[in-house]
């Protein structure tokens, strides 16, 4: 019999799926391993599962719109017998990303002297990547059929999948050389956490270190270059007001050379990346800030340079040559009969 409250399904059904995502997501990723040359690496546990999993129907189709972050422990045994440990963070799980499109940001918590990263990103990340392609299939099998009132609709409904209109490259893949651009905006909340630690954390080569989990190349002076992420994104710095703003020149090594701005506003994205870019802010730098301020929080302040590219030592030096010219011309004007 029909529900009089949405004959022939007509109208809108939406079912929150988060629970049903973590079970999932635990169940298929948490014991995932591989092995070669001696080292096994193992998924451990499913830390984090943010974001949204939502199925919709109407008029007898579904709809699975979806996009969560993942974090997952991982532990590695090596042919010595020591152990490794460290996690991985997956930014975007979602309903329009395509197989190849997945963020993999690989984080070892002691020195990776074994390589580790690389057997993870050639070696496991593959079955990451299967194991999410099954994930609306698996959603649509196993969790839509009360979605439909109208028990006399059979349930084999016709899956809708909306598709942006341009897919993210990998960031290997050459941008085309002659790109529009348009503009990202976004915001970050942190608690718990300073304007002042967030720039220093974005400014200072120790603090930046803690988030990159690399060997980032920064500085506080107008017009240095910076360098994250092995220099897969690098610019110059125009501009630093001490916890108030930072404006750079911001772009990806696979842009063409006509670059990017950032200061809160980021311009120059090319057209269609600008959810990607958005979420590669959120996931590479200020989640990673988030994760690690901790960590950093409580290191020294370094000096603010002053007008510019002049360190304040420098300016200290000037300022102790030009009293010395000063005391000595005014010897000379006080005492003419002084010679020199």
């Known amino acids: 019999m029909s529900d009089m409250?949405?004959?022939?399904?007509?109208?809108?059904?939406?079912?929150?799926?988060?629970?049903?995502?973590t079970k999932y997501f635990t169940q298929k990723l948490v014991n995932l391993s591989v092995s070669k040359n001696n080292t096994t690496v193992t998924i451990t546990s499913l830390d984090e599962c943010t974001g949204d999993v939502d199925l919709n129907q109407r008029k007898g189709k579904l709809l699975a719109i979806y996009d969560v972050a993942l974090k997952l422990s991982w532990k590695a045994n090596l042919p010595n017998g020591s152990t490794l440990f460290g996690y991985i963070s997956v930014p975007e799980v979602a309903y329009d990303t395509d197989v190849d499109d997945y963020v993999f940001i690989i984080h070892v918590n002691q020195n990776d002297e074994h390589?580790?990263?690389?057997?993870?990103?050639?070696?496991?990340?593959?079955?990451?990547?299967?194991?999410?392609?099954?994930?609306?299939?698996d959603l649509i099998e196993?969790?839509?059929?009360?979605?439909?009132?109208?028990?006399?609709?059979?349930?084999?409904?016709?899956?809708?999948?909306?598709?942006?209109?341009?897919?993210?490259?990998?960031?290997?893949?050459k941008v085309e050389e002659?790109?529009?651009?348009?503009?990202?905006?976004?915001?970050?909340?942190?608690s718990g956490a300073s304007a002042r630690g967030i720039y220093e954390a974005l400014?200072?080569?120790?603090?930046?270190?803690?988030w990159t989990q690399g060997k980032p190349k920064v500085s506080k002076r107008m017009g240095s270059e910076f360098e994250f992420f092995d220099g897969n994104v690098h610019g110059v710095l125009l501009q630093a007001i001490p916890g108030k703003s930072i404006m750079q020149t911001w772009r990806l090594k696979a842009w063409p050379k006509d670059g990017a701005t950032v200061n809160v506003v980021q311009l120059g994205v090319p057209v269609g990346q600008e959810e990607i870019i958005k979420r590669n802010w959120v996931g590479y730098y200020w989640t990673a800030i988030k994760e690690n301020y901790h960590r950093f929080q409580h290191l020294p302040v370094q000096q603010d340079p002053l007008l510019g590219s002049f360190d304040i030592n420098y300016l200290l030096y000037a300022g102790i040559a030009f009293a010395i010219i000063l005391i000595a011309l005014t010897a000379y004007l006080v005492a003419p009969s002084l010679k020199f």
């Open 115 to 137: 390589d580790i990263k690389k057997l993870i990103r050639t070696e496991l990340t593959p079955l990451l990547r299967a194991k999410f392609a099954k994930f609306t299939d």
């Open 5 to 21: 409250r949405n004959v022939n399904n007509w109208h809108w059904v939406n079912k929150d799926c988060r629970p049903w995502a």
């Open 142 to 173: 196993n969790y839509s059929t009360d979605l439909y009132a109208d028990s006399s609709i059979p349930h084999t409904p016709e899956l809708v999948q909306r598709k942006k209109p341009v897919a993210l490259p990998p960031v290997t893949k």
């Open 203 to 210: 400014l200072d080569p120790a603090r930046a270190s803690v």
């Open 178 to 190: 002659k790109m529009r651009t348009t503009t990202v905006e976004h915001s970050f909340e942190f």
